[in-house]
């Protein structure tokens, strides 16, 4: 079937609101503390893809043609859900507005791509080729959705959407309202629980997540940093999921509590669940501050992580998976992956390392390749109970002995 002017004139409609909002995003109304030439890669590369799809469009076979429009569908609805996300937390504002229309825009042309596919199949030959062709291409779609599409999309969401607003504080002390400026001019705010016995810890990442561990930190009498990391709650920048770039985040929380009079500045460790706690093995081994690192539910950011111990077809898919998120999260982040962190926590030598992960249901588990990596005093606690960064919850009392016992011994002197 030929092509009409129509149909492209919708395409092209739907895909230019699309690209009204990348180019909203990234230039006109970023992220507070950041500017449009932090968004080069993020928002030019993006808007190429946009402009070529349109030129492309009308030269193409009509099964490209609806293969393209239901990818950039998927995709341009997928950054939509960000402008929803923040409508629902904290109210419209900024980019939002061209966010929203993306998700109609993203729905038009997946509505157009399937119309396209059925109006241009093959209807001659033999009925058992057609229909046998039909089903490869259907699992060549499920195969491009899997390979291609999700992980570009979850790398959007994951780079574009954090906690927008401040939890309630429950930390069962007074504490304080704090704001420190990273490296790279960023603003972070956060609460602060004074220490009483001159030590003190960063609980991370957030300020929702880390307060049981604040609460029973304080009760010990260590200072309890917890803070917004870049992109969420009250803190300027970027969001990032993965942590890319958080390092920076952690560096400025150190310098803080080394300025605090109520610190020793040699006596200052970290506490990180998941990513948090990915994020300050990346900090301490760089980071001589960091005197003592507590890591819960560590797992893969990424390829190399996430292949290092799966083997055959596994791994050839995880690696093919894996490394088109990363990919897409440079761009989408404008900036590069981090260094594996097998060839980072040996760095953290002679400090000590505390890994902590579930016996079951755990994300991602790297806890043994990670001890076996580190140089210098690390041990593992593999927990019997609970999932994910739940130890606290499944086991308290254990938790308590464990770690603080650990920290007792590393900090407190």
């Known amino acids: ?40 890669v993020s928002g030019l590369v993006p808007l190429a893809l946009l402009a070529l799809a349109v030129w492309a469009f009308p030269r193409m076979s009509g099964f490209r043609r609806g293969v393209m429009s239901i990818t950039l569908g998927i995709l341009g609805a997928a950054t939509g859900v960000e402008a929803v996300h ?24 997946i509505v157009l791509g399937a119309v396209t596919l059925w109006q241009t199949r093959r209807a001659t030959g033999q009925r058992a080729w057609r229909y046998g062709r039909r089903a490869l291409l259907l699992v060549a779609a499920f195969f491009g959705f899997m390979f291609l599409v999700y992980p570009v999309g979850y790398s959007y969401l994951t780079t574009h959407l954090a906690r927008a607003s401040v939890p309630a504080a429950n ?11 990273t490296s790279d001019g960023l603003e972070l705010r956060g609460w ?46 970027d969001p990032n999921s993965w942590g890319w770039g958080g390092h ?20 200052i460790g970290g506490i990180g669940r998941s990513v948090g706690g990915e994020m300050l093995l990346e900090a301490a081994s760089d980071n ?33 998976q894996f490394g088109v998120l990363t990919a897409a999260v440079a761009v989408f982040s404008d900036q590069a992956p981090p260094q594996d962190l097998e060839k980072l926590i040996p760095r953290i030598a002679p400090r000590p390392v ?30 019997p ?17 464990r770690v603080i016992g650990f920290l007792d011994r590393e900090l407190a002197r």
Do not use: C
């Open 86 to 109: 923040y409508l629902r937390e904290v109210g419209a504002s900024g980019d939002d507005y061209t966010g929203l229309p993306a998700i109609p825009a993203g729905v038009t042309l």
């Open 1 to 40: 079937m030929p092509l009409s002017d129509r149909t492209h004139a919708v395409f092209a409609a739907a895909v230019g609101l699309i690209g009204l909002h990348v180019l909203d995003d990234s230039f006109i109304h970023p992220q507070a503390g950041t500017s449009a030439g932090d968004h080069l």
């Open 354 to 383: 505390l890994l902590i992960a579930a016996e079951h249901k755990e994300v991602g588990n790297k806890t043994p390749e990670y001890l076996a990596a580190a140089r210098g005093p690390a041990e593992a606690w593999i927990v």
């Open 248 to 267: 920076r985040d952690l560096d400025a929380a150190v310098r803080f509590l080394r300025a605090r009079p109520d610190v020793d500045p040699g006596r």
């Open 385 to 401: 109970k609970g999932g994910h960064t739940g130890a606290i919850d499944a086991m308290p009392e254990e938790y308590e002995h």
């Open 192 to 237: 602060y629980v004074p220490s009483r016995n001159g030590a003190a810890v960063i609980a991370f990442p957030g300020r929702k997540g880390p307060q049981p561990q604040a609460r029973l930190l304080a009760r010990h009498g260590y200072g309890v940093l917890l803070f917004d990391r870049r992109g969420e709650g009250e803190s300027e920048g």
């Open 171 to 181: 930390l069962g002390t007074d504490f304080e309202d704090v704001s420190f400026e």
């Open 288 to 320: 001589d501050a960091i005197a003592a690192v507590v890591s819960e539910g560590t797992g893969a950011r990424m390829v190399s992580e996430a292949v290092s111990d799966v083997e055959g077809a596994e791994k050839l898919l995880a690696g093919l």
